[in-house]
């Protein structure tokens, strides 16, 4: 249970922070406003989070499940990344429409799309509960018992703070390994509609190839609208519905930037690790990193072969090759720089100077203890990532599985109505597994990686029906020969006419026993039976040490910034727009702009053939309001950006906002050799990217065509 003690030391904390490195609370952030006064901003704390009036939160919003978005307007307009609007622009997507190619722009509010499944949070309020959580809780207890304590408590809290309410939810969440508790209460909107996206060779421009790079030239934008019921509550999708009425919304700076320019990143960053010890750290970039790498290097291959062959492939594979490859050039990155900053010896000499001053502590052994649970944990690890980056991403057992899952629950039923859910649910799935399949990429794809599942995964490991089918059809080549040509689920025709006029309990009889569903099934209880239970438990005990070593950190250095990592809850992040030299003899600046763009524009590749439209204007310097002088005294329109804010995923999308607090860019991603960022934070190398919120402009008007989007705009120079 955090003490008094421990609480004083959270506080404290916050006062000695670099201006790069931290994600802060927005309802702590009254601890960080003289920095970040000293450092040029110019408003207070109330006008970055406040409960009492309208203040930025109430402009910010989680987009979906993973990325964040910023109003723009008086009406509901929304700004986020093009990524992260990709999968809502390919499901409207087609040959014969193909949005993904060519862009989309609604130029009347009745030529918006609509997102089934798509919502946006903005979060109402939050606040410390950790004597409410652990209220209950006393000395001696087990695990499971103070467990228990936290789980009713914290069900408790959201109850009482979602009642009564259109659209609230909440979730409590653990901060410092359980040392702290917050409260997150949310107003969820689901009538989310796409208003505006620009071609892929603007919004995607450069592809993988400049993914995590820099300079980069990426118009990674989109535009969604939220709907309101006419009382500006959350509702399901209506025509009836209305533009929802924001309580405050981002105004937009025409004033651009320039190196050393103060800047805050206002977002949800998900996930970090920054005070994972030194096992931890080896685990990653010298096992887990290499080997999701190679496998996914395979996969990307196969697929970016078929993509290049066919429109229609292309349209069904790009938002899962984007997926695919955005993880896997993130943790080619990530390997590279912890090796490079030599993290896991710098962390090896931090926990021997610990394990020192800890000597007849209450926090004696924690580091012997955690070095030795990583060991017990290691081989549960390789197995997870193993079954995760092969058997699982066979999306015909993945489908099938799931599809004979949903067919379970309807045969079981005691309900027509129940299980005619379910029967809807399988048919939706279906439609939409379908519609972006492909089955050379899936089965090329299973005889890579279960291949490379049987040269790498020791034998000890390996499932019994891994052996068997091996033993009966000799390679993987075979096995995926019967799998594939077997199985009802490859053509959606042969599925449909198998199970066609069968009643539920029939119809799963009949694919359950599917190769495909066998074969999804088989390693799905491989993985939840034998690799699954052992790697939880020691997971848990590992996170249930750490928070012992949370409270140790902080009493061995009570000088040290310690801020609370990532989880996909509002943070602020400030910072400066600033270059870096990634190595000798080479400097980065800042800033990029539209010559970049022409210089990589290349009709040959798809990923760097920018739209004629944008040649044009090129040519003939046609920028209009959105031309600035650059370095050489010529007219010329920016791109991109970047700066020292700490950020992670999630913060995709996230308003990059200046002094005064307007908006001079969207956070799209970070520099390539900073993306160990997550684990350890280098303020020479970790620097953000952001899409300067002029090109975006100039996009929507001189590209688009949709000058109608700036009307709703506010500016300020």
């Not at 009538?191 to 995607?204: E, F, Q, T, Y």
């Not at 279906?430 to 790498?456: C, G, H, T």
């Amino acid at each position: 249970m955090i003490t008094a003690a421990v609480g004083t030391l959270l506080s404290a904390v916050f006062f000695n922070a670099k201006a790069d490195e931290g994600m802060w609370l927005p309802s702590l952030i009254s601890e960080r406003i003289g920095d970040m006064q000293s450092k040029g901003f110019r408003l207070d704390a109330e006008d970055i989070y406040s409960i009492n009036q309208a203040s930025l939160k109430d402009a910010v919003v989680l987009f979906g499940r993973g990325c964040t978005g910023e109003l723009i307007s008086g009406e509901g307009l929304l700004l986020t990344n093009h990524h992260c609007g990709y999968a809502q622009i390919q499901k409207h997507s087609s040959v014969e429409h193909d949005y993904l190619k060519d862009g989309f722009w609604a130029m009347s509010r009745d030529e918006e799309l609509p997102n089934e499944g798509l919502t946006v949070s903005f979060l109402d309020r939050m606040e410390d509960v950790t004597s409410a959580v652990l209220n209950g809780y006393e000395e001696g207890m087990t695990e499971a018992q103070r467990d228990s304590v936290v789980k009713a408590n914290s069900a408790a809290l959201i109850e009482k703070a979602t009642a009564g309410g259109k659209g609230l939810d909440a979730d409590v969440e653990a901060l410092y390994y359980g040392n702290q508790y917050f409260l997150f209460v949310y107003r969820v909107y689901n009538d989310i509609r796409l208003v505006g996206a620009p071609p892929s060779s603007i919004g995607k421009f450069g592809g993988d190839t400049d993914n995590w790079m820099w300079p980069r030239h990426t118009g990674d934008f989109s535009i969604f609208r939220i709907y309101a019921d006419k009382d500006n509550n959350p509702a399901e999708y209506s025509e009836d519905n209305v533009p929802y009425r924001p309580k405050r919304h981002f105004s937009i700076s025409l004033g651009g930037v320039q190196e050393g320019d103060f800047t805050f990143v206002y977002g949800f960053p998900g996930s970090t690790r920054e005070y994972i010890m030194s096992e931890g750290v080896r685990y990653i970039s010298e096992i887990s990193d290499p080997n999701k790498i190679a496998l996914r290097t395979l996969r990307l291959e196969i697929q970016d072969r078929y993509m290049s062959q066919s429109q229609d492939v292309r349209i069904k594979y790009s938002s899962k090759n984007a997926s695919v490859a955005n993880s896997w050039k993130k943790w080619q990155g990530e390997m590279r720089g912890i090796r490079k900053m030599g993290t896991v010896g710098k962390k090896r000499e931090y926990e021997r100077k610990f394990r020192e001053w800890a000597e007849g502590t209450a926090y004696d052994g924690l580091v012997a203890r955690l070095d030795s649970l990583y060991r017990i944990l290691e081989p549960y690890s390789y197995a997870s990532d193993y079954y995760a980056e092969t058997a699982w991403t066979v999306e015909l057992g993945r489908f099938a599985t799931g599809y004979s899952d949903l067919y379970a629950k309807a045969a079981l039923s005691s309900s027509d109505t129940v299980a005619e859910k379910f029967l809807k649910e399988a048919e939706r799935m279906a439609a939409s597994f379908y519609k972006d399949y492909y089955l050379p990429i899936d089965k090329e794809s299973f005889i890579a990686v279960m291949d490379m599942f049987d040269r790498n995964m020791p034998d000890g490991s390996k499932p019994e029906y891994f052996f068997r089918n091996m033993k009966r059809y000799g390679s993987v080549e075979v096995w995926a020969d019967s799998l594939f040509g077997n199985s009802v689920f490859a053509d959606s025709s042969v599925l449909y006419g198998t199970i066609a006029g069968q009643a539920p309990h029939d119809a799963w009889m009949t694919i359950s026993s599917d190769p495909a569903t066998e074969f999804g099934r088989e390693f799905r209880k491989w993985y939840s039976e034998e690799i699954r239970p052992s790697a939880k438990r020691i997971s848990d005990e590992i996170n249930l040490t750490y928070r012992d070593y949370m409270r140790g950190q902080m009493e061995f250095e009570p000088e040290r910034t310690f801020y609370p990592d990532a989880n996909l809850t509002l943070r602020v992040a400030y910072g400066s727009v600033q270059g870096y030299s990634p190595a000798d003899g080479t400097y980065y600046f800042p800033v990029s702009t539209i010559e970049g763009i022409m210089q990589k524009d290349n009709p040959e590749i798809f990923d760097y053939d920018v739209p004629e439209r944008l040649r044009e204007i090129y040519r003939t310097k046609d920028y209009g309001r959105w031309a600035v002088t650059g370095p050489d005294g010529r007219k010329t329109v920016p791109v991109c950006f970047i700066a020292t804010n700490h950020t992670s995923g999630g913060n995709s999308g996230s308003p990059v906002i200046n002094a005064d607090g307007n908006l001079i860019g969207i956070n799209f991603d970070r520099v390539w050799e900073g993306t160990m960022s997550d684990i350890v934070f280098d303020p020479d190398l970790c620097r953000n990217i952001a899409l300067d919120i002029r090109y975006v402009l100039f996009i929507i008007d001189k590209v688009a065509g949709a000058g109608h989007l700036l009307d709703e705009m506010t500016f300020t120079e």
